[in-house]
């Protein structure tokens, strides 16, 4: 069996835009996925979609502990509101695997201009919040959601990946692939409070040109 067939990703918050185009790219390449969400019902009905759009059963869903369980590594795609909660659910399950944490801290409605949290980063709450047992994976962040929604859709953007082990950021890229997508290594963990503040943004340049995409491309490489 290959990696693909053999690796479980679960995504927890799997039912919204982006962790659903996300966990679509995976399945469409062979991926085991598991559908996470805080109501159960509503992430097996999604999974269920998903795989009616597959044409094969490549998803199934449920609570964000059961998926967290199941999985070999895990996608936390979650409103920053419900950030430190849902780790908070997810801890114990979570020990000993890859976390990508996609979460930006937003702060409504001035969602156009940079916030950071207590601790700089999400990605940073998130490896003090679950200790040194979970490898922490920081990615995703700069990638529009209205790119993801089309799983065939060709996303012009490169992805930026930050963590502090380099096995864990060697996964991540590869997986980065797989969307289509091309992976950076962008650093330690740290460095995830420039690429989350990034957000903002290319928030405020969608609205001030008129888009809804706008990615980060980095060149020379």
């Not at 996300?22 to 996925?33: D, V």
């Not at 795989?51 to 795609?77: C, F, Y």
């Not at 082990?165 to 330690?188: F, H, N, P, R």
């Not at 001030?208 to 706008?214: D, V």
Request: charged share 20%; net charge neutral.
């Amino acid at each position: 069996m290959t990696e693909n067939q053999t690796l479980k990703i679960a995504v927890l918050g799997g039912t919204g835009k982006e962790g659903s185009g996300l966990a679509m790219r995976w399945a469409m390449n062979g991926y085991s996925i598991i559908i996470g969400s805080r109501d159960g019902e509503r992430a097996a009905a999604h999974a269920t979609e998903m795989n009616a759009k597959l044409g094969k059963n490549q998803a199934v869903g449920m609570g964000n502990p059961e998926a967290a369980t199941q999985a070999d590594l895990v996608v936390l795609s979650v409103p920053y509101t419900a950030h430190q909660a849902t780790l908070e659910s997810v801890k114990e399950q979570l020990q000993g695997k890859i976390l990508i944490d996609i979460t930006v801290p937003l702060q409504p409605p001035k969602v156009r201009t940079v916030h950071l949290p207590e601790g700089k980063s999400a990605a940073l709450e998130a490896q003090a919040l679950l200790g040194e047992g979970v490898k922490v994976v920081a990615a995703f962040q700069n990638v529009s959601a209205e790119q993801l929604v089309d799983p065939n859709h060709v996303v012009d953007c490169d992805v930026l990946v930050c963590g502090n082990d380099a096995e864990a950021k060697a996964t991540v890229i590869k997986l980065v692939k797989t969307t289509g997508m091309k992976g950076v290594d962008a650093g330690s963990l740290a460095n995830a409070v420039a690429i989350e503040a990034l957000t903002p943004v290319l928030l405020y340049i969608n609205k001030a040109y008129g888009i809804k995409s706008s990615g980060i491309r980095i060149t020379g490489i």
